[in-house]
């Protein structure tokens, strides 16, 4: 059975320092992975993907996140954050290439900027 | 850019009451999926379907629960009787193809059932 570990429930940063959200991931097949965020009030838009191609992944609004399949990890970084970056997010595993397949998410890191 | 659109935006509705939930998904679209998240719970699966029939459910989708694509753009969520325990954000989603596309949620219905 797949599952996703998001290791920390909250997360504070300040504006403009590098922001780690942490995720491990348990999948017997080649798993797609994603980030999602949810701001408040807002529906969940996708960060980035990934699907077996690169293992660094570039998204939206500076994030990216790096495949390691050694430490079965999908870590999420961002050099500087911004205010705005304050939101809910979550890390997401499915089966890769199987139609219709549901998203599988983690219980979401809260992401705090202070400034 | 296309988007997934929901209405309503909240609703409110007595215990034992149906509701129904609607769902406009992205127009070239073939899988359609629900999803809801309990009050600072995670989002939680409950079903997909494609060429209309379910392709996918979870235990949460029990016999209370119905999907629908009764014309060429809507999908729906129907719960017969709802208990208190159904509160929650209700989110719609739709794909392209396989599951590696991307989901592209709508922005949700709150269900308040009192």
């Known amino acids: 059975a797949q599952s996703v570990t998001q290791l920390d429930s909250h997360v504070s940063v300040s504006e403009g320092t590098p922001v780690l959200l942490r995720c491990n991931y348990s999948s017997s097949y080649s798993p797609s992975l994603f980030w999602y965020v949810q701001h408040p009030n807002k529906g969940l838009q996708l960060l980035l993907k990934y699907t077996s191609a690169a293992t660094l992944v570039k998204g939206i609004n500076g994030f990216e996140a790096e495949f390691k399949k050694s430490e079965t990890s999908f870590h999420l970084t961002k050099p500087s954050a911004h205010m705005s970056d304050a939101a809910e997010y979550f890390c997401v595993v499915t089966l890769a290439n199987q139609a219709g397949t549901a998203l599988i998410f983690g219980k979401g890191t809260t992401l705090s900027v202070s400034s | ?114």
């Open chain 2, 1 to 114: 850019e296309p988007e997934v659109t929901q209405t309503p935006s909240h609703q409110v509705t007595q215990m034992g009451q149906e509701v129904i939930l609607r769902c406009v998904p992205i127009s070239n679209h073939l899988y359609f999926y629900w999803y809801r998240q309990i009050l600072g719970q995670k989002v939680e699966f409950l079903v997909s379907f494609y060429n209309n029939e379910i392709s996918e459910k979870s235990e949460i989708f029990d016999d209370q629960f119905s999907v629908e694509r009764p014309d060429g753009s809507n999908f729906t969520l129907k719960i017969r009787s709802t208990k208190l325990e159904d509160s929650a954000m209700y989110f719609c989603a739709s794909s392209e193809t396989s599951a590696s596309d991307t989901q592209y949620f709508g922005p949700g219905t709150r269900l308040t059932v009192l």
